[in-house]
């Protein structure tokens, strides 16, 4: 096969859930484990960093990676889904992974896909593993999927473990309550391996310790070992600061968005935690927080794509995603808002639609995935409660219409699923 071909082959034979929903969902590491052995267990060659939590992980994972890599090492990098590439699910040092590896790859685990039938998702964490361990990195930090406990990627033995925060999200699989999904997202916690935890949220707080007493491993919780005295976004960048006694230290980064700083300050504590690991040098953090778009090809959280009108894409879809991404909105000065928007079938409208902007134009739109809500239906119910807009029959189609009808002082906002985004940029 070439690589159109194999790539149809991993789309159409496994099951995907960002595609297909709940027949991808398997709470169970067999096939992963049975595609790993096969392979040699490429994922005990190799130290990571595992991150698990509902929002941010991959904002921290591409900070993470660009630091470490500015300093003189080998990181690798696991995300997902995908944006325009499927490659982008697997980098190191910011290159994507080349067609010729996956062809390979997939051909010589082509007869154990048929045997065992595993999704896509148990497919594609192989194949990360397998290249990181023929590449010999130095380093990978890896994100989960969906939950933790039963994630794919959780057959890890970690430097160290970290969890974002908890929100709802995937109530259907991680369950109904925050306590419930902080369970799942807990899983990722290994024996004596130290746990970090990005936010504070004192209603989960026990679930956190209660796992970490466990496994016997040390926690930490990110402000407690890292302050940010100041934060200021814009949609150049942003920019903090810290004490180290009383000394001010000063650092930017080119990531935008208010939410980053939860994510900034989660990424300052890690380093705390790995600083000796490396050997990391405070030059090479700072370097690496200047260029994480550049050094390991970051997309889709608070992105420009031009001005006049000001247009930006935000790949929020759950609940805090969009609540972050009303604060972004709110610190721009603009005279009319449009939004492109579409969903997934999965989410709950009723929780979502009353925190849209209820002052702005929107542009109903289905993302072009079998999993995708239809956008008559989601115009209805979102008129139902309250906002104005009209439905289009595709993404490019909303958003050409939304392009159209602003001015150049007005706001253009595209969002509420990474495969909305993922057809504009």
Avoid: W
Wanted: glycine share 6%.
């Amino acid at each position: 096969m070439n690589y159109q071909e194999t790539l149809d082959y991993l789309f159409l034979k496994l099951p995907m859930f960002q595609r297909v929903g709940d027949q991808a969902f398997k709470k169970d590491l067999t096939n992963t484990i049975r595609l790993l052995e096969s392979l040699g267990n490429p994922h005990k060659t190799f130290k990571s960093i595992h991150i698990a939590g509902t929002n941010g992980k991959g904002s921290l994972t591409h900070i993470l990676a660009s630091c470490l890599q500015e300093n003189g090492l080998k990181v690798a990098c696991y995300t997902s889904p995908h944006y325009k590439d499927f490659r982008e699910r697997i980098k190191i040092n910011g290159a994507l992974v080349s067609e010729a590896y996956i062809i390979d790859f997939v051909e010589r685990v082509k007869p154990l896909i048929e045997e065992i039938e595993p999704s896509f998702f148990e497919i594609t964490v192989a194949m990360a593993f397998d290249y990181f361990a023929k590449e010999k990195v130095d380093v990978a930090v890896i994100e989960t999927g969906m939950g933790g406990r039963f994630d794919s990627t959780n057959v890890l033995t970690p430097l160290l473990s970290i969890i974002t925060n908890i929100s709802y999200d995937h109530q259907q699989f991680l369950g109904d309550t925050l306590e419930k999904i902080g369970f799942e997202k807990a899983g990722i916690i290994k024996d004596e391996v130290p746990v970090l935890i990005g936010e504070y949220q004192k209603e989960i707080e026990d679930v956190f310790t209660d796992k970490a007493m466990q496994m016997s491993s040390s926690m930490f919780y990110a402000h407690e070992l890292f302050k940010i005295a100041d934060y200021d976004s814009s949609f150049e960048g942003s920019k903090f600061s810290t004490f180290f006694g009383k000394r001010k230290i000063f650092y930017s980064t080119d990531l935008a968005g208010p939410f980053q700083k939860k994510n900034l300050q989660t990424a300052m504590a890690a380093f705390v935690l790995l600083k000796e690991e490396f050997d990391l040098s405070d030059e090479a953090i700072r370097r690496g927080l200047e260029n994480i778009r550049t050094n390991t090809y970051f997309l889709g959280r608070c992105m420009k794509l031009q001005d006049n009108p000001l247009v930006i894409v935000d790949s929020a879809h759950n609940e805090a995603g969009i609540k972050e991404l009303n604060d972004i909105v709110k610190s721009i000065a603009y005279k009319k808002l449009y939004f492109v928007y579409g969903t997934v079938t999965d989410k709950d409208l009723s929780k979502i639609i009353p925190i849209l902007p209820a002052k702005a134009s929107y542009y109903f739109c289905k993302a072009d995935i079998p999993r995708g809500m239809d956008a008559e239906k989601l115009s209805t119910a979102a008129q139902s409660l309250g906002l104005t807009g009209q439905h289009y029959p595709s993404v490019q189609d909303a958003y050409k219409s939304a392009l159209k009808d602003a001015s150049a002082e007005d706001l253009v906002v595209v969002s509420g699923s990474i495969f909305v985004v993922a057809e504009v940029i």
